[in-house]
T-cell receptor, first 113, second 118 residues
Framework: ETGVTQTPRHLVMGMTNKKSLKCEQHLGHNAMYWYKQSAKKPLELMFV???????ENNSVPSRFSPECPNSSHLFLHLHTLQPEDSALYLCASSHPSIRGEQYFGPGTRLTVT | AQKVTQAQTEISVVEKEDVTLDCVYETRDTTYYLFWYKQPPSGELVFLIRRNSFDEQNEISGRYSWNFQKSTSSFNFTITASQVVDSAVYFC???????????????FGQGTTLQVKP
């Protein structure tokens, strides 16, 4: 399998649930990213990992907890979310350099009820 | 501060028309990269092109062409003879740098929604 994959593609969860989003890349990249895309809003960068180390947390609430066990996998653990957290969550990977274009997964469409 | 502006929020054209999507950027860096991405209704952002700041040659790929003008800080994208399958949201992006630290982060514009009607 090639490219960037994300599971699940769709997720509906209640505000008291705990769930995790998974991202996997088969491109040999060392940088991985989580983005949030809400309706009618631009892409919001959430977290950046370079060589498994978190290098950026863009003031994301603690109810979102990322995990990067290795350069190929990235998780986003979710707990006690709010309805306004409903959005498309996109994962991306790249070479960690200025010229590295990012390759995106298909996203997880999250609905918080 | 670095910034990308896509002033056109939505564009609607009829099939076979040419359409240009505008992108204006701000940066103090002398070395930087610019990107265009396409996001079809399926949601996945698809990488279209990367251009470095030292290469101002226009590029053409099939019906797609890109016009990079450093003097006006613009990197515009033209689709010739548009097709219904071109309907998508298009994002322009700029590589972010912190002095000599090139992190790989991208600064995205707000996106332009293109609707091509049959």
């Amino acid at each position: 399998e090639t490219g960037v994959t994300q599971t699940p593609r769709h997720l509906v969860m209640g505000m008291t649930n705990k769930k995790s989003l998974k991202c996997e890349q088969h491109l040999g990249h060392n940088a991985m990213y989580w983005y949030k895309q809400s309706a009618k809003k631009p892409l919001e960068l959430m977290f950046v990992y370079n060589f498994k180390e978190q290098t950026e947390n863009n003031s994301v609430p603690s109810r979102f907890s990322p995990e990067c066990p290795n350069s190929s996998h990235l998780f986003l653990h979710l707990h006690t979310l709010q309805p306004e957290d409903s959005a498309l969550y996109l994962c991306a990977s790249s070479h960690p350099s200025i010229r590295g274009e990012q390759y995106f997964g298909p996203g997880t469409r999250l609905t918080v009820t | 501060a670095q910034k990308v502006t896509q002033a056109q929020t939505e564009i609607s054209v009829v099939e076979k028309e040419d359409v240009t999507l505008d992108c204006v950027y701000e940066t103090r860096d002398t070395t930087y990269y610019l990107f265009w991405y396409k996001q079809p209704p399926s949601g996945e952002l698809v990488f279209l092109i990367r251009r470095n700041s030292f290469d101002e040659q226009n590029e053409i790929s099939g019906r797609y062409s890109w016009n990079f003008q450093k003097s006006t800080s613009s990197f515009n994208f033209t689709i010739t003879a548009s097709q219904v399958v071109d309907s998508a949201v298009y994002f322009c992006a700029l590589s972010e740098t912190h002095g000599s630290s090139n992190t790989g982060k991208l600064i995205f514009g707000q996106g332009t929604t293109l609707q091509v009607k049959p």
